[in-house]
């Protein structure tokens, strides 16, 4: 978890869906696998030709479930989205919702929708005799967790400024880097 600057030791909590983190560890295992296989069937070489494609997918993975995150601060939320990030302090924040994904709406009318929170599960059908238990479950939680920290922050020091947008540059490092890697085995595997 991040440290925020500024908030005495206490690390900012980081909301993602469920089973991104899973889903990771389980394709970076099966890459694993297939580049183990790829060394003992071909050699290192060809297992080294093989890895970026391998990298590529471990990357959209990576880029569109583990990265995307919903971060309370004590100053605002950061919503992160793919690769692109969005800091709104709390003063700026006007409304708190959940449709499918929380929804952030911000004074200026714009909506910062959070891919990367937890969602909305389709309402379950229940056969005769069964009850609806937890209907929102996680989701609700975070909703109202979202609402208790922009009370908490009324008229805390840092809680108002500008909304700030920027990009995920580690992220965009790493895939330039898996790009020239499959750009360079392309370039070796047909030459």
């Given at each position: 978890m991040a440290q925020h600057p500024g908030s005495s030791g206490h690390t900012?909590?980081?909301?993602?869906?469920?089973g991104a983190v899973a889903l990771f560890v389980l394709c970076a295992v099966?890459?694993?696998?297939?580049?183990?296989?790829?060394v003992i069937r071909a050699g290192l070489g060809q297992a080294l030709l093989l890895?970026?494609?391998?990298?590529?997918?471990?990357?959209a993975v990576y880029a569109i479930g583990v990265a995307s995150h919903i971060e309370v601060r004590p100053d605002?939320?950061?919503?992160?989205?793919?690769?692109?990030?969005?800091?709104a302090p709390w003063a700026r924040v006007e409304r708190i919702v959940m449709r499918w994904q929380v929804e952030i709406t911000l004074d200026d009318g714009t909506?910062?929708?959070?891919?990367?929170?937890?969602?909305?599960?389709?309402?379950?059908?229940?056969?005769?005799?069964?009850?609806?238990?937890?209907?929102?479950?996680?989701?609700?939680d975070?909703?109202?967790?979202?609402?208790?920290?922009?009370?908490d922050a009324?008229?805390?020091?840092g809680a108002d400024g500008p909304v700030r947008r920027g990009w995920d540059v580690p992220a965009l490092v790493a895939l330039l880097a898996v790009?020239?890697?499959?750009?360079?085995?392309?370039?070796?595997a047909y030459a």
């Open positions: 900012a909590p980081r909301l993602r869906s469920r099966l890459a694993i696998v297939l580049l183990g296989d790829a890895a970026p494609w391998l990298l590529l997918v471990l990357w605002g939320v950061l919503v992160q989205n793919a690769l692109r990030r969005t800091f909506t910062v929708t959070c891919f990367g929170g937890p969602a909305r599960m389709r309402p379950q059908r229940l056969g005769p005799g069964r009850t609806l238990e937890d209907a929102g479950g996680q989701a609700d975070t909703v109202a967790a979202l609402r208790r920290a922009k009370a009324a008229g805390a020091a790009v020239v890697w499959t750009v360079a085995a392309v370039m070796i």
